[in-house]
């Protein structure tokens, strides 16, 4: 199982950025897929997750309405649309693939899942002032 991320970069303020996260070694169907973000000094959060069983979103109140998220099965790929990003949207975005259909529950306590989850090694997102 792989999940490699990238598109990551430095953009200002109020600009936007996709990324990426191609996965090999295993099915999408009956997965959740999420982004988590860690800025410097701080613990990893959980930004935005989805369902690829019915589609179902979640998003960090922080993000909402500024970023989303979309999977492509057919590339295996799972994407983050960054948009009217701010200087405290910068830190390593991870992708995680999670072997449940809950799609709320990965993105807030991932560590519950620590035992059927794969992660990637992250992209650098800075935001410049």
């Known amino acids: 199982v792989q999940l490699v991320e990238s598109g990551g970069g430095l953009v200002q303020a109020g600009g936007s950025l996709r990324i990426s996260c191609a996965a090999s070694?295993?099915?999408?169907?009956?997965?959740?897929l999420g982004w988590f973000r860690q800025a410097p000094g701080k613990e990893r959060e959980g930004v935005s997750c989805?369902?690829?069983?019915?589609?179902?979103?979640f998003y960090d109140g922080s993000v909402k309405g500024r970023f989303r998220i979309s999977t492509d099965n057919a590339k295996n790929t799972l994407y983050l649309q960054m948009n009217s990003l701010l200087p405290e949207d910068t830190g390593v975005y991870y992708c995680?693939?999670?072997?449940?259909?809950?799609?709320?529950?990965?993105?807030?306590?991932?560590?519950?899942?620590?035992?059927?989850?794969?992660w990637g090694k992250g992209t650098l997102v800075t935001v410049s002032s």
């Open positions: 995680a693939a999670f072997a449940t259909i809950a799609t709320a529950s990965p993105c807030m306590s991932p560590a519950d899942f620590a035992d059927r989850s794969y």
């Open positions: 989805i369902s690829t069983s019915d589609e179902t979103t």
């Open positions: 070694g295993f099915s999408f169907d009956d997965h959740a």
